[in-house]
């Protein structure tokens, strides 16, 4: 008898000690019928919504997903459309022979119709089992947190809570013509607010290029950060220098050549993301942000900006060529004044030395780090405009991109040598040979350099070869 009450109030004891168990907040689905928003068939590309019909018919679920549902909520033109679905991998290349299986840490499908890729994704799961025999080749976690591989595959709510943003995070099903909003993405697209999905911290330790696409949207969309999702990034930034440079790289590209890079410019000084990605500038940032640098930043983001927005080419070795301009014409003069090198040799040094370090952050490609060093030797060379050199400086394949940071320089300088050389090789290239020529002649602050000639040696007096003297 002793016994049993002595059990029995063990049981009790210990129910008090236990910690209540979380409650799993299940997050309300809402559908959005056909009738209540703008998203037609006929402004989504025909290869998607071919895969979107062959994936239903085979009897597998499909969603239109991602950037794409966003822009047309939005009004915008979508430049991709994403599809998700609950087919894995190896169905989806079952079901299309123009499909291609890609990516080690998320395995994607890539159907291609020609030049468009349809990229198709299935549902993604959590990782609670992430420890069990069957998940340890499909998911793995590195030490600080980082998702070194996420092939794990769930339901449709998983993949919505498994998604970065809520705004991306909203679905289209080509069966009923609905959306459907799992994590609040429509109500937060409609009050214009970036939020992370999950908690903030967990998530940009999985993968710490969220904070940069958190960036890329708030600056390219107009919007504002939710505070939970902003507060952690300046604690966290350091966790970029764990990405691969390659992968920084193309993600440097999306922030400052899509048409908003002077807004995703100041955001990622905000938020301190600017030094991961360029060490080298950041050291020569000033307090007041006025530096010639700091302008030089400014200003060729902003052209690059209102390039791209009037459908204008732009080439990602002038951006660096002109981001890094300063930092290497200070590594120069360093160079030339602690070595005594001719400052010719001293700029070739510093090209390598600046390149080198930013490639270190950035693994920007050769052929562009081989544009580079074009552009900045023909600024040594732009000011040499005598006899022929004009012309043959003008068949140089890069001229017209070294002239445009010529130009840059002179603006954000406000130096008169610059702006008259640079008025000059502007009138220059728009006039007709003769007045080419009237222009090279009266050229008066340039002067020419002389060659220099030597003089005959005079001739010693001696014996000749044939054995008789000079002087007979």
């Not at 549902?123 to 069990?132: I, W």
């Not at 290029?209 to 390219?220: K, P, S």
């Not at 999306?254 to 360029?278: D, I, N, S």
Request: proline content about 5%; hydrophobic content about 40%.
């Amino acid at each position: 008898m002793f016994s049993r009450v002595a059990n029995f109030c063990r049981k009790v004891l210990s129910r008090e000690d236990e910690t209540p168990a979380k409650v799993e907040v299940v997050p309300q689905m809402t559908v959005i019928p056909r009738d209540r928003h703008t998203i037609s068939r006929k402004d989504i590309s025909e290869n998607a919504l071919k895969v979107l019909y062959r994936l239903n018919k085979a009897g597998y679920e499909a969603y239109l997903v991602g950037g794409g549902v966003r822009d047309l909520l939005l009004g915008k033109i979508p430049k991709d459309f994403d599809v998700t679905t609950n087919a894995t991998p190896e169905q989806m290349r079952k079901l299309f022979r123009n499909c291609r299986l890609v990516g080690r840490r998320f395995r994607l499908a890539h159907v291609m119709f020609g030049p468009e890729i349809i990229e198709v994704a299935t549902f993604r799961g959590h990782h609670e089992a992430e420890q069990l025999e069957e998940n340890r080749n499909n998911s793995q976690r590195g030490q600080n947190g980082m998702l070194l591989r996420d092939n794990i595959f769930g339901t449709i709510e998983d993949d919505a809570q498994r998604r970065d943003l809520t705004i991306n995070s909203l679905y289209y099903s080509v069966a009923d013509f609905s959306v459907r909003d799992y994590v609040g993405g429509l109500s937060d697209l409609q009050q214009g607010i970036i939020r992370l999905i999950g908690d903030p911290e967990t998530r940009y330790r999985e993968d710490p290029v969220r904070m940069l696409r958190v960036i890329r949207f708030a600056a390219r969309l107009n919007m504002s950060i939710a505070p939970e999702t902003a507060e952690p990034i300046p604690r966290l930034a350091t966790l970029l220098h764990d990405i691969p440079a390659a992968r920084l790289f193309e993600e440097t590209l999306k922030l400052l050549q899509t048409g908003y890079g002077y807004a995703t410019w100041v955001k990622l000084r905000e938020f301190q993301l600017f030094q991961p990605l360029f060490p080298i500038i950041t050291r020569n940032f000033t307090e007041n942000g006025d530096s010639n640098m700091e302008r030089m930043i400014e200003q060729v983001l902003k052209n690059t900006d209102n390039r791209i927005h009037n459908q204008m080419r732009v080439n990602p070795a002038f951006l660096f060529a002109a981001i890094f301009w300063y930092p290497q014409l200070e590594a120069a003069q360093k160079i030339a004044q602690e070595s005594g090198l001719a400052y010719y040799d001293a700029f070739a040094l510093a090209m390598n030395d600046v390149l080198d370090e930013a490639c270190r952050s950035l693994a920007i490609p050769k052929r562009i780090t081989t544009l580079v060093r074009d552009i900045w030797q023909l600024q040594l060379r732009l000011s040499r405009r005598h006899g022929k050199r004009a012309w043959k400086l003008m068949e140089h394949p890069k001229f017209r991109a070294a002239y445009d940071l010529l130009a840059l320089r002179a603006e954000v300088e406000n130096n008169q040598e610059l702006l008259r050389l640079s008025a000059w090789w502007n009138e220059f290239q728009v006039s007709a040979p003769p007045q080419q020529k009237t222009m090279l002649n009266t050229l008066g602050d340039d002067p020419v350099p002389r060659r220099r000639t030597r003089r005959p040696r005079k001739r010693v007096p001696g014996p000749r070869r044939d054995g008789n003297s000079n002087n007979v």
